[in-house]
């Protein structure tokens, strides 16, 4: 059994892994995070709550973009389990070739887990990754398993924050994408709603345009297969852009990453 973690800016993903896949699952707010010994007794209860013993973790995969609490995840690690966890990056070769990136050290540890678990998910395809999270990221990765390009905008709440903080008559709305709903449908007759519709309708314009131009000039007209992820990808689940939704992209492709580590495949 492997522990692998997503620490996005909002949530922490934790995985217990098998090799037959995700055996448990929960989240924490990143913000929940403070010290080790708060994340020490979030892990042992989950452990007890759900039969697991400590002893049969073998392994620790962490995809942190946070680094403020590196040395908290770490710390819990070796104390709990004893492990030193493998924060993933890019000094080990992987399945997916990122040297088309300028520099590849700037690739986060999320993207790196999209890349490699989007291949292994749907192999020998032409794949674009959308994250819809804290940040919206789409990234293309060709059938050759080559990284070819990315883009980031900023995620639905962002753009609340933004709009919500810059306009004076407009600080006092509370407004947030949690719940499903009427987003699509519903005609906007208040402050609110038009801000909330005018956000969601402008990104899926924003990402059908970046999914549009990612095709044309990186795939040749051949067929690609369109991934979401994230916190807020299950929004858009009607809206005609993801051809498969999975929301353990981050985690499974740790668990992958965790495996090149291993084989101690170096640069």
Known sequence: MYIC??????????????????EHYFTIGTK?????????MVLVKFCYDNNLELSTIDGIAIASVVPSVNNIIRETCIKQFDIEPYFIDQTIKYDVNFSYFDNKHEIGADIICQAIGSVDLIPHTNLIVISVGSA????AVDKEKNFITGAIIPGLDMQVKALTSGAAKLQDIDLNFNVDGDIVQKRPLNTKDCIKYGIYHGHIGALREIISLFALNYFNAEQFKVIGTGGHSALFKDAGLFDLIDQHLVVYGAAKALYYKDRQIQL
């Open 5 to 22: 973690m997503d620490i996005g800016n909002t949530i922490v993903h934790c995985a217990f892994c098998s090799n037959d896949g995700i």
């Open 32 to 40: 929940s995070v403070i010290s080790s010994e708060v994340l020490s």
């Open 136 to 139: 919206t990221t789409a990234i």
